[in-house]
């Protein structure tokens, strides 16, 4: 299976594994490739697609331990309460418009409601700088931080809402 097709593979959601071997976050196998073998494998889609995508997230494999905890975490019910306010929160922010969500907004959009502070504007400045992250990548960030400021219920953008999607962009960053 090529990545571009694993990208398209799972009902719509994109996917993709990090090297070639399938181990480069594994927790218990170790990946074989090297660092050439991996950036040629991660070339293979390009950023333009990347662009697009606004979270890319490596998930590793899970221990035993981890799936046979009995250690619950947040249920359910105060994930959904907390994303229902969000959902809220954006319906109220974008009233009278044809805009429903977060991910939806254009640059107009953008300028309006994701405005930062200096702390999170310096932020974004280094990603943009160390990790080469494209206006389009810099565009989804602030898309994805406002939308984490909504889930937090905060009505600034903050600092740590800026590094918590700047980590949702594992595959922008350079070899």
Known sequence: ??????????????????????????????????????????????????????????????????????????SSTVIRARVNQAR?????????????????????EIKRHCSVKADADKLLETAINKLGLSARAYSRVLKVGRTIADLAGAENIEASHIAEAIQYRSLDRRM
């Open 1 to 74: 299976m090529t990545l571009a097709s694993e990208l398209e593979a799972s009902h719509g959601r994109k996917a993709t594994r990090g090297c070639v071997c399938g181990f480069l976050t594994d927790p218990q196998k170790e990946c074989t490739c090297t660092p050439i073998q991996i950036q040629r494998y991660r070339s293979r889609v390009s950023g333009p697609l990347l662009d697009r995508i606004d979270i890319q997230i490596e998930v590793p494999g899970l221990r035993y331990q981890e799936l046979a905890s009995k250690d619950a975490g947040e």
């Open 88 to 108: 809220k929160i954006q319906l109220q922010r974008f009233d009278k418009s044809k805009i429903h969500a977060n991910a939806q907004m254009g640059a107009k």
